[in-house]
């Protein structure tokens, strides 16, 4: 008798157990879902961030070849992904959608409803549950998901969520564009006042010394002398012969050296002009205009390699510019996905099941022990 009793005993505790650890949570669930669970629809969207290139044909084919862009990075879709679920997203997000109204309905439903005074932490983490993002981590197509108790809701959230995304993108290619033809442009307004400023002190240079090319002067100079000294030459071999049948006083041989003077003394003045240490000397005007000159001809090619840089600089910023391409468009769901009634409440028996299994395991063990 002790023995049945003791068996009716444990069938009692283990199906008190059963009614308790499975039946009145699995009835719970069901209620919950059946009564206060809310419906929630979903909006979808399917988008990449493609950098511009300047590729006719892409190697790869299919949409980059289509679209004529090169394939994005994982960083890129990262970085978007990081911005769609960040704070400054949700606030400027909150200004329209006001989602503290929009996602507490009644209150009956505390698991998916948020508290109409929450923080804007609480606020974040509660966004983060109700906007989902897949990454496809071969073509880095990005899965913008959005959900709430409104199908329009969902699909305006959706698409206001894009539009701020192609801005981010754009703003961020734009600034970094910006940035790399700015650092251009300073050096080409650089280099284009170094050459006004040098090109300025060759004019000032040549208007100061009333002269146009101290280095062309002097070959005319020098070209001057090279004739008079072949003068000269010709007069003193004449003076030669003379004197080989003539007097010193003749007045042939005093006419002759009366000349050979006379040019003598042109080739020392010409000669004074290119060198002296007067400073109004073709020599040091040479130089210094040469100097000068140089100086005009280094800021021209700097000028002219700024102005190179800028076009690359330019085509080069074009060539990174990035854009958000969307592949499928945010819908108006008709039907609202969650909750998935049937899957929760046969999950959640499964569940139960196993836990209760669970908890008669153990009891068994300790059971076992006492005895």
């Given at each position: 008798?002790?023995?049945?009793?003791?068996?009716?005993?444990?069938?009692?505790?283990?199906?008190?157990?059963?009614?308790?650890?499975?039946?009145?949570?699995?009835?719970?669930?069901?209620?919950?879902?059946?009564?206060?669970?809310?419906?929630?629809?979903?909006?979808?969207?399917?988008?990449?961030?493609?950098?511009?290139?300047?590729?006719?044909?892409?190697?790869?084919?299919?949409?980059?070849?289509?679209?004529?862009?090169?394939?994005?990075?994982?960083?890129?879709?990262?970085?978007?992904?990081?911005?769609?679920?960040?704070?400054?997203?949700?606030?400027?997000?909150?200004?329209?959608?006001?989602?503290?109204?929009a996602y507490h309905v009644d209150g009956s439903?505390?698991?998916?409803?948020?508290?109409?005074?929450?923080?804007?932490?609480?606020?974040?983490?509660?966004?983060?549950?109700?906007?989902?993002?897949?990454?496809?981590?071969?073509?880095?197509?990005?899965?913008?998901?959005?959900?709430?108790?409104?199908?329009?809701?969902?699909?305006?959230?959706?698409?206001?969520?894009?539009?701020?995304?192609?801005?981010?993108?754009?703003?961020?290619?734009?600034?970094?564009?910006?940035?790399?033809?700015?650092?251009?442009?300073?050096?080409?307004?650089?280099?284009?006042?170094?050459?006004?400023?040098?090109?300025?002190?060759?004019?000032?240079?040549?208007?100061?010394?009333?002269?146009?090319?101290?280095?062309a002067n002097a070959q005319i100079v020098n070209?001057?002398?090279?004739?008079?000294?072949g003068q000269l030459s010709s007069l003193r071999?004449?003076?030669?012969?003379?004197?080989?049948?003539?007097?010193?006083?003749?007045?042939?041989?005093?006419?002759?050296?009366?000349?050979?003077?006379?040019?003598?003394?042109?080739?020392?003045?010409?000669?004074?002009?290119?060198?002296?240490?007067?400073?109004?000397?073709?020599?040091?005007?040479?130089?210094?205009?040469?100097?000068?000159?140089?100086?005009?001809?280094?800021?021209?090619?700097?000028?002219?390699?700024?102005?190179?840089?800028?076009?690359?600089?330019?085509?080069?910023?074009?060539?990174?510019?990035?854009?958000?391409?969307?592949?499928?468009?945010?819908?108006?769901?008709?039907?609202?996905?969650?909750?998935?009634?049937?899957?929760?409440?046969?999950?959640?028996?499964?569940?139960?099941?196993?836990?209760?299994?669970?908890?008669?395991?153990?009891?068994?063990?300790?059971?076992?022990?006492?005895?």
């Amino acid at each position: 008798m002790k023995s049945i009793s003791t068996k009716q005993k444990s069938k009692v505790i283990s199906f008190s157990l059963f009614i308790g650890l499975v039946i009145l949570p699995w009835a719970l669930v069901i209620f919950y879902v059946m009564t206060f669970a809310h419906p929630r629809f979903i909006s979808t969207a399917n988008v990449v961030v493609k950098q511009v290139s300047d590729t006719s044909v892409s190697s790869a084919g299919g949409i980059s070849a289509l679209l004529g862009v090169n394939s994005t990075s994982k960083e890129d879709a990262t970085y978007l992904t990081e911005y769609i679920l960040s704070n400054d997203m949700v606030k400027r997000l909150d200004k329209k959608f006001k989602f503290r109204e929009a996602y507490h309905v009644d209150g009956s439903d505390p698991i998916n409803e948020i508290k109409p005074d929450a923080t804007q932490e609480e606020l974040l983490e509660y966004f983060k549950q109700r906007v989902h993002i897949d990454l496809d981590e071969q073509s880095y197509i990005l899965s913008v998901s959005t959900e709430a108790f409104d199908a329009k809701y969902a699909f305006e959230l959706n698409k206001t969520i894009l539009s701020e995304s192609e801005q981010f993108v754009n703003r961020i290619s734009q600034e970094v564009a910006r940035d790399q033809l700015v650092f251009a442009e300073t050096q080409l307004d650089e280099s284009q006042d170094r050459l006004n400023e040098t090109k300025e002190q060759l004019l000032n240079y040549q208007n100061e010394n009333e002269i146009y090319d101290p280095q062309a002067n002097a070959q005319i100079v020098n070209q001057l002398i090279g004739s008079l000294q072949g003068q000269l030459s010709s007069l003193r071999t004449e003076e030669r012969q003379l004197l080989s049948y003539l007097n010193p006083d003749a007045p042939q041989v005093v006419s002759l050296r009366s000349q050979i003077k006379a040019v003598t003394e042109q080739i020392t003045q010409e000669q004074t002009k290119l060198t002296s240490p007067n400073t109004t000397k073709l020599n040091r005007q040479a130089i210094q205009f040469e100097t000068i000159k140089a100086d005009v001809e280094f800021a021209t090619e700097l000028y002219k390699l700024s102005l190179s840089s800028l076009e690359k600089a330019r085509l080069e910023a074009f060539k990174k510019m990035k854009n958000l391409i969307v592949i499928s468009t945010p819908y108006e769901a008709e039907e609202a996905l969650y909750p998935r009634r049937g899957y929760i409440i046969w999950t959640s028996l499964a569940l139960l099941l196993i836990f209760y299994g669970f908890v008669r395991l153990v009891m068994a063990v300790v059971r076992d022990h006492r005895s």
